[in-house]
């Protein structure tokens, strides 16, 4: 569902105050900021400052920058000249006009269409803020401040690139030429806390009932899909259904940009590399994938599947490492089944409809379907198993679905968790290795309203 755009306010921000003056964003403070910038560059040694503690390197910073604007002719009250130290601090140690917003752990997604348009999302809803860049060159400076901290490069060469910020949130930048208008940067933040499974239980995301039965899943090493749109909470759910595996286990990561949030100790994580400036030595997520199966794993989470590696990742989990897990965008389980069977059809032209779908059938055996709704709430719709082969087709069984019933007076969903009264087929799994499910968890209905 799309989010509902909405105008902001300092009262629902709750941001500095400083970012809501009238004069932050004139062009004539803009200039005197970035003028003290300038002279703060000449001043200082960067490479005695690199070597120092960053606590001591940022107060070696602040005084400089308070002796710059003590200089300036331009008249500035106490606060004003406190404000100015600030942001300049910012466009030195942080990401400039975004810091305010990065502070803030509410914002899900930080959305930069323009320099002078930059929108934030909050509880599902989008927001446009009054935060401002100088211009173009201004908003490429923190996209490769960005970039080149994760040891990746945007230019004119590679105009487009997917990285991560120190705290694992998702960043994807565009410039010019594909971005029409200007740079383009959309960064989907993480809780600085990972969400712990009785979190999905207050945000109503899924139910007691279906939680346990994941938990089971993923004790008992089936292998299961996560699929969703975008925004959904895939990764989210992803990290929490991590949580489960035994710590006892050594689980290998693959990401396109690392951002996967596990608990344990032995975790080897690996991460794609794009290609250099002569377009040679990219590492694609297939080959990972490949390698991953020389590095024995008890488990191999691939974040997402994309494309090829989707036909190694399941002849993994049919040759013996069963408890891997993976994300996929998909609006439903049969559409999950869909794109998979395009994706290994991309890694081996010659293999025919049925056997691809063969591998699906014979390596999944759980598919979770997770949506955000109009109003920013995120619930998984359904619990799906994956049956087997009937004739050509990959049969299916919804265990659990979520059944959307209508909206309150203020735009809430209303609906209700459903059990199916399909008890899985892996239920006798379970119970080999000692783990029971009481059998009232498969004829519960929860309503939400």
Not at 315 to 330: E, K, P
Not at 359 to 383: K, P, Y
Request: charged share 25%.
């Amino acid at each position: 569902m799309a989010a509902t755009l909405m105008p902001v306010t300092q009262k629902e921000a709750g941001w500095e105050s400083r970012l809501f003056r009238k004069d932050t964003f004139v062009p004539e403070y803009q200039e005197l900021k970035f003028a003290l910038h300038r002279k703060l560059l000449d001043r200082v040694d960067l490479e005695a400052l690199s070597a120092m503690p960053h606590d001591r390197a940022r107060a070696e910073i602040r005084g400089a920058v308070a002796s710059l604007v003590d200089e300036e002719t331009t008249p500035l009250s106490l606060n004003e000249k406190e404000r100015v130290v600030g942001e300049v601090l910012d466009e030195v140690f942080g990401l400039g006009p975004l810091e305010p917003l990065l502070q803030d752990a509410s914002i899900s997604d930080i959305l930069v269409t323009t320099p002078k348009l930059v929108y934030i999302e909050r509880a599902g809803k989008l927001y446009r803020t009054p935060v401002e860049f100088k211009d173009n060159n201004h908003l490429v400076r923190i996209i490769e401040k960005i970039v080149s901290r994760v040891g990746r490069r945007i230019d004119e060469s590679s105009p487009m690139v997917d990285a991560r910020l120190p705290d694992g949130s998702r960043v994807n930048a565009v410039i010019p030429p594909l971005a029409v208008d200007g740079p383009l940067l959309s960064i989907r933040r993480f809780g600085r806390n990972p969400l712990q499974p009785a979190d999905l239980l207050a945000n109503l995301t899924l139910t007691e009932g279906m939680l346990l039965l994941l938990e089971s899943a993923v004790k008992a090493r089936l292998n299961i899909v996560i699929s969703g749109g975008t925004g959904a909470g895939k990764t989210t759910l992803l990290n929490v259904l991590s949580s489960y595996i035994p710590s006892d286990e050594r689980i290998v990561t693959i990401e396109d940009a690392a951002e996967l949030q596990m608990r344990q100790v032995h975790v080897a994580r690996m991460e794609t590399r794009p290609p250099n400036v002569e377009n040679q030595g990219a590492i694609r997520q297939r080959q990972l994938v490949i390698n991953a199966l020389r590095m024995r794993p008890d488990r191999i989470i691939v974040g997402e599947v994309r494309g090829e590696e989707a036909l190694d990742m399941l002849q993994a989990m049919n040759t013996g490492h069963d408890g891997s897990l993976t994300t996929i965008h998909a609006n439903s389980p049969r559409d999950a089944i869909g794109r998979l069977e395009v994706m290994v059809g991309m890694a081996n032209a010659n293999l025919g409809t049925r056997p691809i779908r063969e591998q699906v059938a014979s390596a999944v055996n759980l598919f979770v379907q997770i949506a955000r709704f109009s109003d920013g709430a995120r619930r998984v719709t359904h619990i799906t198993e994956c049956v087997g082969m009937e004739g050509e087709h990959v049969t299916t069984q919804d265990i659990f679905v979520f059944e959307k019933t209508g909206l309150t007076s203020n735009r809430r969903v209303t609906g209700r968790f459903r059990a199916t009264g399909v008890r899985p087929k892996f239920y006798d799994r379970l119970q080999a290795i000692g783990i029971e499910i009481p059998t009232s968890v498969f004829q519960t209905v929860v309503e939400i309203s």
